[in-house]
């Protein structure tokens, strides 16, 4: 998950350390605190089971013997890790791509250095919450891993866009490493579409994560958090590190009239001004879009206890897949 490179070339061994291997190996401390923090999630599932918080037992009853079901809730921590990994690494990537703020204090090789680490990790925890979601679900392998498989409430959508977030991020995150054979303005122009990945994840966990289902509480933090993530977008479309992007903003500047880039670059720019402004406006209200707890168990189909997950999936939940 790399955005464009940073506009002052990097020295030569630089250059030459910036491969796969060196990256897994630097990766290793990142990795270590993402499994800490992976295990500290599953504890706390647990705890929320065991002191009747639990969102994901309200929706699902049969769920709430954690102990026979340790593989869907280690899978769910699983996706949280990932979840904020994500969203850290597509920070690092916006301050990569773009002008820095001057708050920020980090030097360019280092916030890129974190970026490529933390993108790796955000890969293999990506990995192994399917994994393990496969496992619970019989080792399903295929259902985790291939889009539309699945048919759990509230649908095949909601399970395929994450899936499809996997496969997107897998790529974009790897070509990396052959983006001179690819040609730099080439990957520069595809790698930019891992926002659209990112979405893809978040969109997967408002929908199907019965952790962030109902209003209030965990779904609030899960919007709040999108507020850096837009206001960094845009701040790297009206501050591009590079002068090729920059679009003139002066009317003065338009007398010789604009190109489509330059409209197409504007419209971009408004629509991310725009998503700022909508979030701002649904925090302020309220407006999540979740469900009334209270009225919940009204409308709830799920069996009571005793109920086989392993035989009827329906409701089962994947939040978290932060790709």
Excluded: C
């Amino acid at each position: 998950m790399h955005t464009d490179e940073p506009a002052a070339p990097a020295p030569r061994r630089d250059r030459r350390d910036r491969t796969l291997r060196s990256d897994l190996r630097a990766m290793l401390p990142d990795l270590a605190i993402a499994l800490l923090v992976t295990a500290s999630v599953y504890g706390i599932l647990h705890w929320r089971i065991d002191n009747g918080t639990s969102d994901t037992a309200l929706v699902m009853p049969f769920m709430a013997d954690a102990a026979a079901n340790w593989p869907y809730w280690l899978s769910q921590a699983f996706g949280w890790s990932a979840l904020l990994w994500s969203w850290v690494t597509v920070l690092f990537g916006l301050l990569v791509g773009g002008s820095r703020p001057a708050w920020i204090r980090l030097r360019p090789a280092t916030i890129e250095r974190l970026h490529r680490t933390t993108s790796l990790t955000v890969i293999a925890l990506i990995f192994a919450h399917a994994l393990v979601l496969s496992w619970d679900s019989g080792n399903d392998l295929l259902g985790a891993f291939v889009p539309g498989l699945y048919s759990h409430a509230p649908g095949r959508f909601a399970v395929a866009i994450g899936v499809i977030a996997f496969w997107l991020a897998l790529p974009m995150g790897l070509t990396y490493y052959v983006r001179n054979r690819m040609g730099p303005r080439l990957w520069r122009m595809t790698h930019r579409f891992i926002i659209v990945v990112y979405v893809l994840g978040i969109w997967h966990t408002f929908l199907w994560g019965t952790n962030v289902w109902f209003t209030g509480g965990l779904r609030t933090v899960l919007w709040v958090m999108q507020i850096p993530v837009a206001l960094l977008f845009l701040w790297r479309l009206l501050y591009p590190a590079r002068r090729g992007e920059r679009v003139p903003w002066r009317p003065s500047e338009w007398s010789a009239g604009l190109s489509a880039r330059d409209v197409g670059s504007l419209v971009l720019r408004l629509g991310a001004a725009a998503v700022v402004v909508a979030l701002l406006v649904v925090i302020a209200t309220g407006n999540t879009g979740g469900a009334d707890r209270e009225d919940y168990p009204k409308t709830s189909t799920s069996d009571g206890g005793g109920h086989d997950h392993h035989g009827d999936h329906e409701g089962h939940d994947h939040s978290g897949h932060g790709h």
